[in-house]
């Protein structure tokens, strides 16, 4: 069965430090891998996405994930956090070509100036 | 990026009538929308996948005769709650997908819905 472990509800980070949220998944296959931010009453949106290549993976606002096949992990990170960044943040995954998004359970992310 | 359009963005009802959610693919034919529930502070719930012109798939637990999805058209679904209670009060988003190889799924804005 897929599962998304997102081990961290909460990271607190200083503006302008490093962050990382982390991520470990299990499928029966190979694994697509998302990432998603979402804010306050709003639906999801798409930060970036592992589906082959480079296991380091950019995306939007600055963020990039790297996969990690032997750790099955899939972080999300940033060099520089900005208080804009504090969100909800959800780690997905889909055993390759098939079944539906897999959800973790969202880490929260807190900035302070 | 698609774009997914989901109204209204929050509604309050008395307990008892009906409420209809819609969910629009802008700019994309979506093959396949997803219906999700959002406790406070929790993860999306899957509640349903609906395929145009077909029945929806639900998942287990969730009532198909008081959440109603019609999929009648590749960029629109909706979502029915019947006879609405309280406790159905939630955030409910939907989701598109182009495909399901290797496309992510495009959300919607999500609807707060609030039964009195």
């Known amino acids: 069965a897929q599962s998304v472990a997102q081990p961290e509800d909460q990271v607190n980070v200083a503006e302008g430090n490093p962050l990382t949220v982390k991520c470990t998944y299990s499928v029966s296959g190979n694994p697509y891998l998302f990432w998603y931010v979402q804010y306050p009453n709003r639906g999801l949106q798409f930060l970036l996405k592992?589906?082959?290549?480079?296991?380091l993976v950019k995306g939007s606002y600055g963020f990039e994930a790297e996969f990690n096949k032997s750790q099955t992990s899939f972080h999300l990170k940033k060099p520089s956090a900005l208080v804009s960044d504090s969100a909800l943040y959800f780690c997905?995954?889909?055993?390759?070509?098939?079944?539906?998004?897999?959800f973790g359970k969202g880490t929260k992310l807190s900035v302070k100036p | 990026g698609a774009v997914v359009s989901q109204h209204p963005s929050w509604v309050i009802c008395k307990s008892g009538t009906s409420v209809k959610i819609e969910c629009r693919s802008l700019?994309?034919?979506?093959?396949?929308m997803f219906w999700y529930r959002q406790f406070p502070k929790q993860s999306l719930m899957l509640m349903a996948t609906?395929?145009?012109?077909?029945?929806?798939?639900?998942e287990q637990g969730v009532e198909k005769d008081k959440f109603l999805i019609n999929h009648a058209s590749l960029t629109l679904s909706t979502l029915t709650v019947t006879s609405a209670h309280p406790e159905d009060s939630s955030f409910y988003i939907c989701?598109?997908?182009?495909?399901?190889?290797?496309?992510?799924?495009?959300f919607g804005q999500g609807t707060r819905l609030t039964v009195v």
């Open positions: 609906s395929n145009e012109g077909s029945k929806a798939t639900y």
């Open positions: 700019d994309f034919q979506a093959t396949t």
């Open positions: 592992y589906i082959t290549g480079d296991n």
């Open positions: 997905a995954v889909r055993d390759r070509g098939q079944g539906n998004l897999i």
């Open positions: 989701s598109a997908e182009m495909d399901r190889l290797n496309t992510e799924a495009f």
